[in-house]
């Protein structure tokens, strides 16, 4: 007989191999939450830094150095400024800050594109940015991830008559940066893909890849088809329970009626 084969036991890491591991995972774990909290911090102190250079005497005050003041009296600013251009004499002058705007030679350019843009993103009925696609893009066989930001208008549209979109194509790892694709509709394929989890896919260069939509619902229908057997299986031993009492208790009744009886 062949002798037996002990199967071979699993090595296990020394000390400095255990150091590494631990090292990696307190890696995994502290680096999110360090690099949250240091942009946080350093938007932060560029929003109160701003706030302290434009209004005059700002850093004079006693919480002036309190981080995050600046923020909120930005953010109280901004509100109060909207609720005064709501009203009639907001839009009275408006009109003429914006008529002094379009007759400066270079500036009218700069503000009316910047105000063009905001005015399409901030607008609800946008459908800007709402949209992910992928594109086959440098080549044949090569695609992108875009962002749909309308549907291609005006001169182009005159020019090429077709039914094209406009593809706007993020670059890694900076989504700010991009270029403008004009793209045939029929050539671009629409994905179920939030914006949200494309830019992520986009920063981080394909290493946070996010689930299907389809797995992500086959999986909450498990869960919630778990929850409906579990509510059923109560329900049903609620209703074994009360049948069980009904039926004592129409036995006790039987038993004290022919005991009545008897005497």
């Given at each position: 007989?062949?002798?037996?084969?002990?199967?071979?036991?699993?090595?296990?890491?020394?000390?400095?191999?255990?150091?590494?591991?631990?090292?990696?995972?307190?890696?995994?774990?502290?680096?999110?939450?360090?690099?949250?909290?240091?942009?946080?911090?350093?938007?932060?102190?560029?929003?109160?830094?701003?706030?302290?250079?434009?209004?005059?005497?700002?850093?004079?005050?006693?919480?002036?150095?309190?981080?995050?003041?600046?923020?909120?009296?930005?953010?109280?600013?901004?509100?109060?400024?909207?609720?005064?251009?709501?009203?009639?004499?907001?839009?009275?002058?408006?009109?003429?800050?914006?008529?002094?705007?379009?007759?400066?030679?270079?500036?009218?350019?700069?503000y009316g594109a910047?105000?063009?843009?905001?005015?399409?993103?901030?607008?609800?009925?946008?459908?800007?940015?709402?949209?992910?696609?992928?594109?086959?893009?440098?080549?044949?066989?090569?695609?992108?991830?875009?962002?749909?930001?309308?549907?291609t208008k005006g001169?182009?549209?005159?020019?090429?008559?077709?039914?094209?979109?406009?593809?706007?194509?993020?670059?890694?790892?900076?989504?700010?940066?991009?270029?403008?694709?004009?793209?045939?509709?029929?050539?671009?394929?629409?994905?179920?893909?939030?914006?949200?989890?494309?830019?992520?896919?986009?920063?981080?260069?394909?290493?946070?890849?996010?689930?299907?939509?389809?797995?992500?619902?086959?999986?909450?229908?498990?869960?919630?088809?778990?929850?409906?057997?579990?509510?059923?299986?109560?329900?049903?031993?609620?209703?074994?329970?009360?049948?069980?009492?009904?039926?004592?208790?129409?036995?006790?009744?039987?038993?004290?009626?022919?005991?009545?009886?008897?005497?």
């Amino acid at each position: 007989m062949a002798p037996s084969q002990t199967p071979a036991q699993p090595h296990k890491p020394g000390f400095f191999g255990r150091l590494r591991s631990w090292f990696f995972t307190g890696l995994l774990v502290t680096a999110p939450v360090l690099l949250t909290v240091y942009i946080t911090w350093a938007a932060i102190e560029l929003i109160d830094g701003q706030v302290a250079s434009i209004l005059p005497g700002f850093g004079q005050l006693i919480f002036s150095d309190v981080p995050g003041v600046g923020l909120i009296v930005g953010v109280v600013l901004i509100t109060v400024i909207g609720a005064v251009a709501a009203g009639f004499l907001g839009r009275w002058i408006i009109r003429i800050g914006e008529s002094l705007l379009h007759r400066t030679p270079i500036v009218r350019t700069i503000y009316g594109a910047i105000k063009q843009i905001l005015e399409t993103v901030v607008s609800s009925q946008s459908d800007a940015f709402r949209e992910v696609v992928l594109v086959e893009y440098p080549r044949k066989g090569l695609w992108v991830i875009g962002f749909v930001t309308g549907n291609t208008k005006g001169e182009v549209h005159s020019l090429i008559k077709k039914n094209m979109v406009n593809v706007f194509v993020p670059t890694t790892p900076n989504p700010t940066s991009g270029f403008l694709l004009f793209c045939p509709r029929t050539e671009v394929i629409f994905m179920k893909m939030s914006v949200e989890a494309a830019v992520k896919l986009v920063v981080s260069g394909g290493i946070v890849t996010p689930p299907e939509p389809t797995v992500a619902k086959k999986v909450a229908k498990k869960a919630s088809n778990k929850g409906v057997a579990k509510k059923a299986g109560a329900k049903k031993a609620v209703a074994k329970k009360t049948v069980a009492k009904k039926a004592v208790t129409k036995k006790a009744g039987a038993k004290k009626k022919a005991a009545t009886k008897k005497s």
